[in-house]
């Protein structure tokens, strides 16, 4: 049986990976889509192909000798997207890393050397296999040279198969002819001209009955139509150079031994190290354990006894940095510590060490070391109450100061990102990402699982600090994030009280009002139906009752909010379907949804995480208690359930127009400034100056409308985001935008300043120097362009009023505290805080409230306040 040869050519593979699969980039932000999609169709064309060689071919940007014929050559090609650009380098370096031979000639194009190697190899007897989405290269098919071009869409790959009979099935023409048919025709992707007025249908024809340019030439008297013959007959050179051009040279001066090329073992460590790198965990698969060299495992000890914990613990203090580990759930199973690769430790929660002496070992290691580094502060804090902000380090903040943009912070990434240490994963632990019951696993993986958790913490230190001091953020992981932490987690002890039995009413009226509205939609569209199916409602809505506007999908019609408010001035059962769509989200998400989450205190403790927005935002989980609706008055009628214990009230206290104000102070803009020195109504002093009326005569039309031009500048809003919100024309609403920023020039040479920088620079930040990068700036697509230029805007301004709100949550926590008080603070919605205070310190908390929230920045204009009271959140809001 024949040897195989498979040839690749780079670029083509690349760039139809590039499009066929979704944006991907890894944890340092570099684009790996085009690599992982062509990777994909390696492994499946070698798992197909089963080949003894494999070569990959590039292009050079350097003219080739066809540029020398034709200077117009490939003139008409768009510039490779930078997405693309970036990832030909990384490609190269992947295959390098495999052991994958490439070739590159200067003067040739890759189709040329493919066309060579192809030829060559198969004199030497061999099959061979091209694989391209250039169909230039049907004209190599014979009997021993296959042509296979894939096509991927949605990460899918599909491959067409080409000999010599599937080229004549396909074309009704042989190979070779493929050459003369862009002759005739061209080639627009390559700016081949042909020859004018001849497409693909006349080139087949005239090839089929005359076989080549040249025979049809010597009989073009007898070419029809009669527009083919007076063309081949005026253009003859055109058609000469075109085939010159189209033709793959196949006699390259390349230096190649095929046995250089022989496939070897692809995973090596070079390999498994760059596809760690790229986040490629699935394909990671494809690498044995006796194959690579992996990483070197740790070796965790298991703490048997109380001396060996002693131990511990003292060279622990000598040492003054232990890396700390948890391993818990709804309780704690052991802890992992390090003192460095060779010291690393297990102590379980077991008939030998209870809880309390685990719990114990902590606290000693907290009071005695000066340095503990940690993957997550919060959940330590649940288990020490010693640890002191200066003492902690948290590697999971610091990873996210540095790149905010990424969806998790886990311990093998970040030990591999900052400390360049290849750790076993999660993964290659229990076999899955999803972590199991702890109570289902052995000691022994618990105590790997602990120990890889805890160097992570200990060998990543040092580099996350010495790039958070490189970043200018040491200052903001100090004086906000690691304190803010300490503030959460007293949040999420304190909890909130619910009146369970309110709620369960709650969830009788709307099931009321939902029942209601189900009958009136029922009776209005004449039949019943499931008014939570798209595709029921769309029949409905679209082809009953025939309204307007309707966009039928492979999936049925569009019934999206933004649709049906469009429609709903034409029909009350559109009104009524948007109310019973709120009705049911209130029910589901609130009434039934937080019952689940009331603990026997008969309070919510809600999770508060700070490693999630990119703005540098809290969020809250498990529920989101930030999310609670403001809009509809049933919906802020929830907030009545959320009751202070007895013989307290809430006191909820709002900062007032927080961005706005960070937007005056950013911008230095005089006008927007003075309104607020002066305490105006600052969106009625904007509808002032942008309609040119008096103070006075402005409209409530016009002051709503200037409200959502000041908050849409915040928020980088476009013309047609502006005309969206207020149901005007694009033109009226560029108008506005246009109006607003002749009032205030500085905010517009500040933004404008602003994405300019953050182009240059690639991230931008607020008044803290919280960095938040803005990749999209660089794509090639419109789209994504904008959207950047959007975050570029809002982000130090969003990312500034976070900071201040953090700082602000911080000193009123520290406060309470420091002043014996047992007011605690409970909850921070956006710009909001609630307290829950005895009656007697009411007046104390406001006063800390006032001091604290206007003092937690330095800004141009004041922070102001509003405070109200109440015997529930609703009371107070």
């Known amino acids: 049986m ?171 023409l042989a190979p070779k002819q493929i050459i003369d048919l862009k ?123 109380r001396e060996e914990a002693d131990h511990m613990i003292q060279k622990a203090c000598e040492e003054g940095l232990a890396g700390i580990s948890l391993i818990h759930d709804a309780q704690l199973w052991g802890i992992g510590i390090s003192l460095g690769r060779e010291a690393v430790y297990y102590l379980r929660v077991d008939a030998d060490f209870t809880e309390n002496e685990v719990k114990n070992v902590l606290r000693r290691l907290f009071e005695g070391c000066a340095q503990i580094s940690v993957l997550d502060l919060k959940a330590i804090l649940t288990y020490v109450d010693t640890a002191k902000p200066g003492q902690v380090f948290d590697t999971q903040i610091a990873a996210y100061l540095i790149n905010p943009l990424k969806s998790n912070y886990t311990y093998d990434d970040i030990a591999k990102e900052f400390a360049g240490e290849l750790l076993a994963t999660a993964e290659d632990l229990f076999g899955s990402n999803k972590l199991p019951k702890f109570k289902t696993l052995t000691e022994e993986t618990l105590a790997s699982y602990a120990g890889y958790m805890a160097y992570s913490s200990y060998c990543s230190k040092e580099p996350l600090l010495g790039q958070l001091k490189k970043l200018g953020m040491e200052e903001l992981y100090n004086r906000i994030e690691i304190p803010l932490a300490f503030t959460l987690y007293d949040m999420e002890k304190a909890g909130i009280r619910v009146d369970a039995e309110a709620l369960k009413v709650y969830g009788e009226q709307l099931q009321v009002r939902i029942d209601e509205l189900q009958k009136i939609i029922y009776e209005q569209a004449q039949e019943e139906f499931n008014i939570n199916s798209p595709k029921q409602l769309g029949v409905i809505l679209f082809e009953k009752l025939q309204l307007p506007g309707g966009k039928k999908t492979k999936t049925g019609y569009s019934t999206a909010a933004d649709v049906l408010e469009r429609l709903a001035p034409e029909a009350p059962i559109v009104n009524d379907i948007l109310e019973y769509r709120q009705m049911t989200k209130l029910k589901s998400t609130y009434a039934d949804g937080l019952a689940v989450y009331i603990g026997p205190d008969q309070r919510i403790h809600s999770t508060f995480n700070q490693t999630i927005a990119a703005t540098g935002r809290i969020s809250s989980t498990e529920p989101n208690l930030q999310n609670i609706p403001i809009r509809m008055e049933l919906g802020r009628m929830i907030r009545k359930v959320f009751i202070p214990k007895e013989g307290c009230v809430f006191i909820d206290a709002d900062y007032s127009q927080i961005e706005l104000r960070v937007l005056a102070h950013l911008s230095g803009d005089e006008r927007l400034i003075q309104a607020y020195r002066e305490a105006q109504d600052i969106h009625r002093i904007t509808a002032s100056q942008v309609f040119h009326v008096p103070f006075d005569e402005v409209t409530s039309l016009q002051r ?20 969206q919100d207020l149901s005007i024309s694009r033109k009226e609403a560029s108008e506005y935008i246009e109006k607003y920023f002749e009032t205030y020039p500085e905010i517009k040479k500040f933004l404008d300043h602003t994405v300019e920088k953050a182009k240059e620079e690639g991230f931008v930040t607020t008044m803290f120097g919280r960095r938040r990068p803005v990749p999209e700036l660089k794509s090639s697509n419109f789209m994504q362009r904008s959207f950047g230029e959007r975050v570029a805007m809002n982000a130090p301004i969003q990312g500034t009023a976070a900071d201040i709100i953090k700082i602000a949550m911080i000193r009123v926590n520290e406060r309470l505290k420091d002043e014996g008080l047992k007011a605690l603070l409970l909850l921070q919605v956006h710009d909001e805080l609630l307290i829950e205070a005895p009656e007697e310190e009411v007046d104390a908390v406001c006063a800390i409230l006032e001091e604290e929230m206007k003092g937690a920045a330095d800004l141009a204009v004041s922070l102001e306040v509003d405070m109200h009271t109440g015997k529930n959140w609703y009371e107070a809001h």
């Open 2 to 172: 024949s040897e195989k040869i498979v040839l690749i050519d780079g670029h083509s593979i690349l760039n139809r990976a590039f499009y066929g699969v979704p944006n991907l980039t890894n944890s340092e932000g570099i684009h790996t889509n085009a690599v992982y999609g062509f990777l994909n169709i390696l492994f499946k064309i070698l798992d197909e192909e089963q080949p003894q060689y494999l070569t990959v071919a590039f292009d050079l940007h350097a003219p080739t000798f066809r540029h020398r014929q034709y200077a117009e050559y490939k003139g008409t090609r768009k510039a490779m997207p930078e997405e693309l650009r970036e990832q030909v380098p990384l490609m190269k370096e992947v295959l390098t890393a495999m052991g994958v031979t490439i070739v590159t000639k200067e003067g040739y194009e890759a189709d040329d050397i493919l066309g060579t190697l192809a030829v060559r190899s198969e004199k030497e007897g061999k099959e061979v296999t091209i694989v391209s989405g250039d169909r230039d290269l049907l004209q190599l098919a014979t009997e021993h040279i296959l042509i296979r071009i894939p096509k991927t869409r949605m990460g899918q790959t599909t491959i067409e198969d080409y000999h010599t009979a599937q080229v004549l099935e396909k074309y009704q």
């Open 183 to 305: 002759a005739l025709m061209g080639d627009a992707s390559d700016n081949i001209p042909g020859i004018p007025g001849v497409g693909e249908k006349t080139a087949t024809k005239i090839l089929i009955e005359f076989k080549d340019i040249e025979t049809a030439y010597e009989h073009v008297d007898e070419i029809k139509p009669n527009k083919a013959q007076q063309s081949l007959r005026e253009h003859y050179d055109l058609a000469q150079l075109s085939k010159e051009l189209a033709t793959i040279c196949t006699d390259c001066p390349i230096q190649f031994d095929v046995q250089d090329t022989r496939l070897q073992n692809f995973y090596t460590t070079a390999a498994y190290e760059i596809f760690r790198r790229l986040d490629f965990k699935n394909l990671l698969t494809r690498f044995e354990e006796d194959n690579t060299v992996q990483e070197k495992p740790i070796e965790t000890v298991i703490l048997r006894t």
């Open 704 to 723: 709503r409308n200037a409200k959502a031009v000041n908050f849409g500048i915040v928020y980088g809003i476009s013309s047609f985001g502006l005309s």
